[in-house]
Antibody
Framework: QVQLQESGPGLLHPSQTLSLICTVS??????????WNWVRQHPGKGLEWIGF???????QYSPSLNSRATISMDASKNQFSLTLTSVTVADTAVYFC?????????????WGQGTTVIVSS | SYKLTQAPSVSVSPGQTARITCSGD??????AYWYQQKMPGQAPVLVI????ERPSGIPERFSGSTSGTVATLTINGVQAEDEADYYC???????????FGGGTTLSVL
């Protein structure tokens, strides 16, 4: 059974770079049809898709992040990560990592518990 | 940029049918996925994938459909435990990126 766990700093100052790691257990990161995603939720708001990495070969990102996000993976450690540059208070949110399957079943079937990130001066 | 539009809230009585819609131009070409989130900050749960399919463990009262550019999540015989926020999720028409709808809060009165 695949499980995900986010880790990273809970507090940053504006203009700093956010780095989060998602550790995957119970399955390989480079399995076909497994897309590894980051999703965030601002306080009191809805879900926002940030992007995904697939087999370390391809990535897609939300245009709303204006190229500030980078998602990468380290298959040897069974981890994938999110780097978000030039953070502002608007990046304060709960950040989730999630697996998106494209076969059957499909969709984001496994999620981490989420990690809270606060950006404050 | 691409948007998926959901009504902010839907209210039903226990035992009734709830219908939550999601509209977006890309839905005529891309599959819709639906997630249930019981509390903000809590990990969502996938309840419908590829427009109509129900994952293992999701009650049969949950179903999905799509017609043109509108996807619908239907919950038959709503129970108090179904009270939650529901989000649709899909890719833009070309499949370049994904978005979530704004979410619909289902209240069971």
């Amino acid at each position: 059974q695949v499980q995900l766990q986010e880790s990273g700093p809970g507090l940053l100052h504006p203009s700093q770079t956010l780095s989060l790691i998602c550790t995957v257990s119970g399955g390989p990161l480079d399995a076909g049809g497994n897309y590894w995603n980051w999703v965030r939720q601002h306080p009191g708001k809805g879900l926002e898709w940030i992007g995904f990495v697939y087999k370390g070969l391809s990535t897609q990102y939300s245009p709303s992040l204006n190229s500030r996000a980078t998602i990468s993976m380290d298959a040897s450690k069974n981890q994938f990560s999110l780097t978000l540059t030039s953070v502002t208070v608007a990046d304060t949110a709960v950040y989730f990592c999630a697996r998106l399957l494209t076969g059957s079943p499909a969709g984001m079937d496994v999620w981490g518990q989420g990690t809270t990130v606060i950006v404050s001066s | 940029s691409y948007k998926l539009t959901q009504a902010p809230s839907v209210s039903v009585s226990p035992g009734q049918t709830a219908r939550i819609t999601c509209s977006g131009d890309g839905l005529s070409r891309q599959f819709a996925y639906w997630y249930q989130q019981k509390m903000p900050g809590q990990a969502p749960v996938l309840v419908i994938y590829k427009d109509t399919e129900r994952p293992s463990g999701i009650p049969e009262r949950f179903s999905g459909s799509t017609s043109g550019t509108v996807a619908t999540l239907t919950i038959n015989g709503v129970q108090a435990e179904d009270e939650a926020d529901y989000y649709c999720h899909s890719a833009d028409y070309s499949g370049s990126y994904w978005v979530f709808g704004g979410g619909t809060t289902l209240s069971v009165l």
